[in-house]
């Protein structure tokens, strides 16, 4: 096993820092450049492809079953994305910090225990859900008990994706999401026939299912459920800070959407939803970034560690220029292409398009100097931001809430990502300061 570098370590050997580069690799940074400019396109069509098949299901399910069942829906959307969380803190984020360009051999060992991890996680978390959702029955009840089948499926499908862009393979993980597309298509069909919350579920992670199967053809890998315990305890220094920082933020969000219903209503749950899917097309490019830049960060810091900060600062720039660009692009949609789109659903999220264009625009800045924290491996660090974060935009939005209903919960979470990145990139600097620090102090004793 590679050595597990701990928060303030080098993870760049000095000899690698210190060798001159040979007259007859002065194309080197070019050839570099270009590989890395090749892994953040296949990052960014992966997410197109992924994004476009979740703006696609939420779409249908809008106007198939309108603003309160679609209020449902979104609450088991939201209840997945902390389940997700959960899974790749402790299956894939260690994987994609320790085994990003590693040799294939430990690349194949670490993606049979971490992809078990996720198995595993998704069966557990599915039974409690399974269980839960027939303790509650109606609607919200059958949609929950529908989401723990499926949970497994869902959870291995995306543990592929990361397996892979560890690998640099995004090309592979592209072609995992369109599987998962092209299967998306006939369960859909079925699900608008029988028209219920609970088919569009089940639709939704069968269809996944179907990826999850495929990813194990693609990498001749089958997950080994029996070493998840062995990964989660030779990777715990790691995977239990990424385990709480993740469902920080997935817990916040699912915070606010309950917190939300219970104060305005469900079906301002699904005006929230019906935003986030206005803004569906930048989310798709800020998520594809994200499959990638932990492994791109990691990749600077071996190869050039004093380029990173201008990695991140360039990363999380250009998310953010992007975001409010597109944002401004939304205010000039015609109320009647929007009612088309999402037909009931577009009175109330055209109104959100500024609040929640400048909350992304915050967020997709702290993703730089996120990237860059667990590249170095400050995971103490990048806990304390994200708790931080997060507390913000659970309070930003219920305070919001409470105060001037769905509105001004868009307005609080706003201003909460804006804060949150700040402390992000606060951190990031502390972390470079003390790793020169470290650098220095080795190199003088």
């Not at 670490?110 to 595993?120: E, I, K, W, Y």
């Not at 708790?387 to 939005?397: I, V």
């Not at 305070?399 to 402390?423: F, I, M, P």
């Amino acid at each position: 096993m590679t050595p597990v570098p701990t928060e303030g370590e080098e993870t760049t050997a000095p000899a690698a820092q210190e060798a001159p580069a040979a007259p007859e690799e002065d194309t080197a940074p070019r050839a570099a450049k270009r590989a890395v400019l090749g892994r953040l396109s296949w990052g960014l069509a992966d997410q197109a492809a992924s994004s476009v098949s979740n703006f696609a299901v939420g779409i249908y399910v809008a106007r198939s079953l309108g603003l309160a069942a679609f209020g449902v829906f979104s609450l088991a959307w939201v209840t997945y994305g902390v389940v997700l969380s959960v899974s790749r803190g402790l299956a894939t984020d260690p994987l994609v910090v320790r085994f990003s360009g590693v040799p294939e051999a430990s690349w194949r060992g670490a993606v049979a225990r971490s992809s078990g991890t996720a198995l595993g996680v998704g069966a557990a978390v599915g039974a409690v859900c399974l269980a839960v959702g027939l303790g509650l029955g109606g609607l919200v009840g059958t949609a929950f008990a529908c989401l723990g089948v499926v949970l497994p499926g869902l959870l291995l499908q995306d543990a592929w994706r990361y397996a892979f862009f560890a690998a640099g393979t995004g090309r592979k993980a592209f072609v995992n999401d369109v599987v998962w597309g092209v299967a998306l298509v006939p369960a859909m069909v079925v699900a608008a026939r029988v028209g219920s919350v609970a088919a569009f579920v089940l639709a939704w992670g069968v269809s996944a299912a179907v990826a999850a199967a495929y990813g194990c053809f693609q990498s001749g890998i089958r997950p080994r459920l029996a070493g998840a315990r062995e990964w989660v305890r030779d990777h715990r220094d790691l995977g239990y800070r990424y385990l709480v920082e993740n469902t920080c933020v997935s817990g916040a969000s699912q915070l606010r959407a309950y917190g939300l219903g219970a104060i305005v209503g469900v079906s301002a749950v699904g005006v929230v939803r019906g935003a986030e899917l206005l803004l569906g097309p930048f989310l798709a490019v800020l998520m594809g970034l994200s499959l990638v830049t932990v492994a791109e960060a990691a990749r600077v810091l071996r190869r050039a560690p004093h380029r990173l900060g201008v990695f991140c600062l360039l990363l999380g720039g250009v998310q953010a220029v992007a975001a409010l660009l597109w944002g401004a692009a939304l205010l000039l949609v015609p109320d009647g292409l929007g009612e088309l789109v999402l037909g009931d659903v577009w009175e109330g999220a055209s109104q959100l398009i500024v609040p929640a264009t400048l909350g992304v625009a915050g967020a997709g800045l702290g993703t730089g100097a996120a990237a860059g924290l667990r590249a170095l491996g400050a995971a103490r660090r990048s806990l304390r931001s994200q708790l931080f974060a997060s507390a913000c935009y659970a309070a930003g939005g219920l305070g919001g809430a409470a105060l001037a209903g769905t509105v001004g919960s868009a307005w609080g979470v706003a201003a909460a990502t804006a804060c949150g990145s700040a402390v992000w990139w606060l951190h990031l600097r502390s972390a470079l300061r003390e790793r020169t620090h470290s650098i220095r102090e080795v190199r003088t004793s």
